[in-house]
T-cell receptor
Framework: DTAVSQTPKYLVTQMGNDKSIKCEQN?????MYWYKQDSKKFLKIMFS???????INETVPNRFSPKSPDKAHLNLHINSLELGDSAVYFC?????????FGSGTRLTVV | KNEVEQSPQNLTAQEGEFITINCSYS?????LHWLQQHPGGGIVSLFM???GKKKHGRLIATINIQEKHSSLHITASHPRDSAVYIC?????????????FGKGTKLSVKP
């Protein structure tokens, strides 16, 4: 069983579309995250979610919205996709100091 | 200036060489992580450090909290060690323990 699973692994879509990336963790961790890895491979926090408290990186456009139906899931919804949204998106979960990452979703906007 | 700086950015080594990757940070931290990412691959956590030194197989990670510096060492390097190694810190008092990343060190080990 994969500890942190993301779907889909690859996503190619046209500008202007709305898409979602799903993330599920079976570790019982309290905190989940979305990170973005840009074309230069630099990782940056987008969102963190713990006990229904959502903390948003202020640089993230409001076209991005995380949705957490329960503690084990943190999905990422993106409206009106733009070319610059092309990146690899990583979900992660944490308990204490221990981090586990998903395998990433490569989003390509054309 | 990034809050987490890694050096070198790129590193090429011959199989068997001893490798050191350095990480310096400018913020107060509660923990430091070393991560590994293979080309096109996911991110694997190698070490989490809050003090001292940890060893796992051929990998050794050290941290000096006073100097705000950490090193990752690979002994007897092998081509399968070729990957990007990323240093990341958990900001002390920061929101929900999210990570601040260095820009990574791309390691290539030649046979």
């Amino acid at each position: 069983d994969t500890a942190v699973s993301q779907t889909p692994k690859y996503l190619v879509t046209q500008m202007g579309n709305d898409k979602s990336i799903k993330c599920e963790q079976n570790l019982g961790h309290d905190t989940m995250y979305w990170y973005k890895q840009d074309s230069k491979k630099f990782l940056k926090i987008m969102f963190s979610y713990n006990n229904k408290e959502l903390i948003i990186n202020e640089t993230v456009p409001n076209r991005f919205s995380p949705k957490s139906p329960d503690k084990a899931h943190l999905n990422l919804h993106i409206n009106s996709l733009e070319l610059g949204d092309s990146a690899v998106y990583f979900c992660a979960s944490r308990q204490g100091y221990g981090y586990t990452f998903g395998s990433g979703t490569r989003l390509t906007v054309v | 200036k990034n809050e987490v700086e890694q050096s070198p950015q790129n590193l090429t080594a011959q199989e068997g060489e001893f490798i050191t990757i350095n990480c310096s940070y400018s913020v107060g931290i509660s923990a430091l992580h070393w991560l590994q990412q293979h080309p096109g691959g996911g991110i694997v956590s190698l070490f989490m450090l809050s003090s001292g030194k940890k060893k796992h197989g051929r990998l050794i990670a050290t941290i000096n909290i006073q100097e705000k510096h950490s090193s990752l060492h690979i002994t007897a390097s092998h081509p399968r060690d070729s990957a990007v190694y990323i240093c990341a810190v958990q900001n002390y008092g920061g929101s929900q323990g999210n990570l601040i990343f260095g820009k990574g060190t791309k390691l290539s080990v030649k046979p």
